[in-house]
């Protein structure tokens, strides 16, 4: 799959027979997911159309900006969907300024033959423009198609309920609505070695992107490394046994693994809750403790692969 970045005006049009999925698709979760198959499904190209930054943040609706996929892990997302096109937009003060009609000359230009979104799409200034607006526009030279939302448990899957259920630690649940577990991925950095210290060396990740961090815990996880995966046990927090940090961390006791990393790129998938970040009396309190946290991780992994 290739991918392009930078402003829309200057993307080039899309090849022939190229179908168009428009949306902001953080997490690609399952119902982001329905829409790319549905386009799939009409034997076309399909190119999807996302942003470099949270449109809530750029035009101030959120102080901050927290993700649940940075650019490359959607890319990767979509490439295994069968996606052959990625375009990222550079979400700005002057894209959000377009408004609705020019928004559509914009997709005119880049010739879609169709374009698929889910119902809840907003485009154009102020986000007037919705999936409606698109299907009725004499101005639009494509077909629009409205992909109903998913539901899980009664409920429509949105990226708002998956960021809860994972500032909750309830990854197992956050994986239902994703489709795939939550990942975190970065560089490998040196920290303070204090895991080096105690027999549990770990992976300190420096983050690739601003993503919401899960709850402060230990986590069952795995860790892929150059596509290879392994075994992991993740620690979120500020570790409160041994000097104690202002913010959260996070690092990962790689099982059965010794081989220098720093500086690598790595992703950590969230698999299991095991347990609270806890202070503990003594460090070799802690050190049987993370040594049943790793002996929980494996029987996990074990009866999942049953």
């Known amino acids: ?6 402003d829309i005006s200057k993307f080039p049009p899309l090849p022939a027979h190229t179908v168009l999925c428009l949306g902001y698709f953080d997490g690609v ?30 035009l101030g609706l959120n102080q901050a ?6 650019i490359e892990d959607r890319a990767a997302i979509f490439d ?19 408004n609705s009609l020019q928004f559509i000359e914009e997709l005119n230009r880049l010739n879609p033959v169709s374009v698929y979104c889910g119902p809840d799409y907003r485009f154009g200034q102020l986000a007037k423009g919705d999936p409606e607006f698109l299907k009725k526009s004499q101005d639009a030279r494509f077909d629009t198609f409205i992909v109903r939302e998913v539901e899980i448990d009664n409920a429509k899957v949105a990226s708002r309920n998956i960021v809860s259920l994972i500032q909750a630690g309830k990854v197992n ?14 560089t490998v950095v040196k920290g303070l070695g204090n895991g080096r ?10 983050l690739a992107a601003p993503y919401v961090i899960p709850l402060s815990g230990v986590y069952a996880t795995r860790v892929i490394i150059k596509h290879k995966t392994y075994l992991g046990v993740t620690y979120v927090g500020t570790h409160p046994t041994i000097n104690e940090l202002p913010k959260p961390i996070v690092e990962t006791y790689i099982l059965h693994f010794h081989h220098a990393i720093y500086k690598k790129k790595i992703s950590v998938e969230f698999l299991h809750f095991l347990r609270g970040d806890i202070k503990f009396p ?24 049953e």
Do not use: C, W
């Open 1 to 6: 799959m290739k991918t392009i970045f930078g």
């Open 29 to 58: 979760h399952v119902g982001h997911q329905a829409i790319v198959k549905e386009a799939i499904r009409s034997g076309n190209k399909v190119a999807v159309l996302t942003f470099d930054h949270s449109p809530r943040y750029i």
């Open 65 to 70: 900006e927290e993700v649940l996929s940075s």
């Open 80 to 98: 295994n969907l069968g996606v052959s096109l990625l375009l990222v937009a550079n979400f700005n003060p002057p894209f959000a300024a377009l």
């Open 173 to 186: 649940e956050a994986k239902r609505l994703l489709g795939h577990p939550y990942r975190l991925s970065g």
């Open 197 to 206: 210290k105690i027999g549990f060396p770990t992976a300190n990740l420096d």
């Open 282 to 305: 003594s460090t070799k309190d802690l050190k049987k403790q993370i040594k049943a946290d790793a002996e929980q991780t494996k029987k996990l992994a074990a009866k999942a692969s």
